[in-house]
């Protein structure tokens, strides 16, 4: 079991920056791999960015390839995901979700069993 906590969300203008954080409990979380998702108000949850149970393979959507980064310190049960060159249409509900398994599968079937709460990100033009 696995329970996640995400924090760093805010208000920010566009082409700020935020670093949004998932800490988790649990002493196997060094296993799983980590996704993070978006839901902007009346949109589906949509994938950002997800990174293996090591660290060592990362993925992310276009939409925010090369202005997003995707780190893991196992060590602190944590999962960051640094969000710079923000743009208005970065504003939703961030979620961090957990899951095990090959790292393309948990992708392609977006098999994340363990959710947090959420952090609200709104960036103004």
């Known amino acids: 079991q696995v329970q996640l906590a995400e924090s760093g969300g805010g208000l920010v203008q566009a082409g700020g920056s935020l670093r949004l954080s998932c800490e988790a409990s649990?002493?196997?979380?060094?296993?799983?791999?980590v996704g993070w998702f978006r839901q902007a108000p009346g949109r589906g949850r949509e994938f950002v960015a997800a990174?293996?149970?090591?660290?060592?393979?990362?993925h992310y959507a276009d939409s925010v390839k090369g202005r997003f980064t995707n780190s893991r310190d196992n060590a602190r049960n944590t999962v960051y995901l640094q969000m710079n060159s923000l743009k208005p249409e970065d504003t939703a509900i961030y979620y961090c979700?957990?899951?095990?398994?090959?790292?393309?599968?948990?992708?392609?079937?977006?098999?994340?069993?363990?959710w947090g709460q959420g952090t609200q990100v709104t960036v103004s033009s």
């Open positions: 990174i293996s149970w090591s660290g060592g393979t990362t």
């Open positions: 979700a957990a899951g095990r398994g090959p790292f393309d599968q948990l992708l392609e079937n977006n098999d994340f069993g363990f």
């Open positions: 649990g002493r196997t979380f060094g296993t799983y791999a």
